[in-house]
């Protein structure tokens, strides 16, 4: 006969008798006793007195409601030094105002006749072509021939109309046997630096001035150019070597006459296709590793005028970037260091290298031909001529302008992506150097207290007579010092840690031992009471 359990028996069962829970269930109840064991034990000031259960209700909703403020205040904090760290994390900042100038690379500067064809080299070609070419066009006179020459300057400002198609086309054969040779040719046909440069000095020597300047393409064609030292194949070819041809020049000492110093003949007698309405020259100055262009950024462009001395009174900066600048996505640096496309670049990108290349594949694609003064190589690409101005004419308007960069507006600049140059991938520079420059102009002949003209030291022995109209440029530095500037990030990682630590532990106790209590409790408490929770319930 089977006797029944008493009563006490059957309370002690049930009372010992847990039932299994499932897996996520024991997961809760494990945080919610870490938790616990953590409001009751941490350093926090403001949680244990917030959660007591034994004190007053008056003084329980006084604590939750300063623990809310602080906390929101900590938070709020947080969130100024994420939003201040990621939307604007960089800064340029004055590192030296006393760098020495001998540091900073002297500007490269282009001097270019405001006259870009020569008329004695216009008769000379001309009728060397006219002895070449007479059998090919027995109706052609040396008069057609010179019109024809005198047409190259068109190539420079795009210039073209409905009868001048037909006037070209009588020499349709002979532009295209010249096509490949276009460069050459207007070379030979802008005006000479050896005519235009009579003196020269630099870095207080008076020094021949083919030793210093040579014919260079700028943006205005053939220039006389000192200290540019860019190699125009380099566009696309990541090859050190032949980036430069030169090395930098800098200036030594500062001073008016430790500068660059130039005597100048404008030519005004040979003048045959001035690009303004003005005589003198165009004085263009930029870095020495780019392209002469001022749509290309930091381009100075002064002007010269006969009779007069210009003055240029340089103020440079030069910027560097730490190597922390480097680890930002270009979204948000938005710049490039010289080595960062090496595919199309090497280590020399810039953005004056950039906007070139852009413009150059436009043209290509636009109008199949490149024109001959923009720096690419000379690896078989056509060279337009003077048959391809009706396209570069039709997108002159095109060339000139350039779309907002990043600009996410799409209503009301429909027509301005279509009329400008679209280059995305063109970004500024991270590393640079800039100049600015304070001019002042003065007569050429100062008669000073006498009736006789007083002549700079260097021009002295020029045969200078009142319808010489010479003129006369200094460039230099007035002072031995310069500016270096830092870009870098506006707070480290540390700085940044420092201040979070510092704000949150005046307000609740925040340090390093609290996030050691976090640690502790939230991992390795937390696997403890899992555990054996685990065991009990199953």
């Not at 005597?263 to 004085?283: K, M, S």
């Amino acid at each position: 006969m089977k006797r029944n359990n008493t009563w006490w028996q059957k309370y002690r069962h049930a009372k010992n008798h847990r039932s299994r829970l499932s897996m996520e269930m024991v997961l809760r109840r494990s945080f919610a006793q870490v938790l616990q064991d953590y409001v009751q034990h941490c350093s926090l000031v403001g949680l244990k007195q917030a959660c007591e259960r034994d004190i007053p209700i008056r003084h329980r909703v006084f604590w939750i409601i300063l623990t809310a403020l602080t906390y929101g205040a900590v938070i709020y904090m947080l969130m100024n030094i994420w939003k201040a760290t990621l939307s604007n994390p960089l800064i340029v900042t004055m590192d030296s105002s006393t760098y020495p100038i001998a540091e900073i690379d002297f500007p490269a500067v282009a001097l270019c006749n405001i006259n870009r064809i020569s008329m004695k080299a216009v008769k000379k070609g001309a009728a060397e072509i006219y002895q070449n070419k007479k059998k090919k066009h027995p109706n052609a006179t040396l008069n057609d021939f010179e019109w024809y020459m005198l047409q190259a300057g068109r190539l420079l400002d795009y210039s073209y109309n409905e009868t001048l198609r037909l006037r070209l086309l009588k020499f349709a054969t002979q532009n295209a046997e010249a096509s490949h040779k276009i460069i050459e040719g207007m070379e030979r046909l802008a005006p000479s630096c050896e005519e235009m440069l009579l003196r020269c000095s630099w870095n207080g020597q008076e020094v021949n001035c083919s030793h210093i300047f040579t014919t260079r393409r700028t943006i205005l064609g053939h220039c006389c150019a000192f200290n540019y030292v860019l190699q125009y194949n380099s566009m696309g070819r990541p090859d050190k070597s032949k980036n430069v041809i030169a090395n930098v020049m800098r200036q030594k000492q500062a001073g008016m006459h430790r500068g660059l110093i130039v005597v100048l003949d404008p030519l005004l007698e040979d003048y045959a296709y001035p690009l303004r309405n003005v005589e003198g020259f165009d004085i263009f100055l930029f870095d020495p590793t780019h392209f002469a262009d001022p749509s290309g950024g930091r381009v100075l462009q002064r002007l010269s005028e006969p009779n007069e001395v210009t003055v240029l009174e340089l103020r440079s900066v030069k910027q560097i970037a730490t190597a922390e600048v480097r680890k930002y996505p270009l979204s948000t640096r938005k710049c490039l260091f010289h080595d960062e496309v090496p595919e199309h670049f090497g280590n020399m990108y810039s953005y004056s290298a950039c906007i070139a290349r852009c413009r150059i594949k436009t043209i290509r694609s636009l109008c199949k031909c490149t024109p001959y003064f923009l720096p690419a190589g000379n690896n078989g690409e056509t060279v337009c001529s003077l048959m391809d101005l009706w396209c570069l004419n039709k997108y002159r308007e095109k060339l000139l302008y350039f779309y907002p960069f990043n600009s996410n507006a799409k209503i009301g600049l429909e027509m301005e992506r279509l009329d400008s140059l679209n280059c995305p991938e063109c970004l500024p520079d991270c590393e640079l150097t800039k100049h600015s420059t304070k001019s002042s102009v003065f007569p050429f002949r100062d008669r000073g207290l006498g009736d006789q003209p007083v002549l700079p030291d260097i021009a002295k022995g020029l045969n200078v007579t009142e319808s010489s109209n010479l003129a006369m440029v200094y460039i230099y530095q007035p002072t031995n010092d310069g500016v270096l500037d830092r870009l870098d990030v506006v707070s480290y990682w540390y700085e940044i840690l420092s201040n979070i630590g510092g704000f949150a532990g005046i307000l609740v106790g925040f340090s390093i031992i609290s996030v050691v209590e976090i640690i502790y409790y939230f991992v390795v408490r937390f696997i403890q009471v899992l555990c054996s929770n685990w065991k009990l319930y199953h």
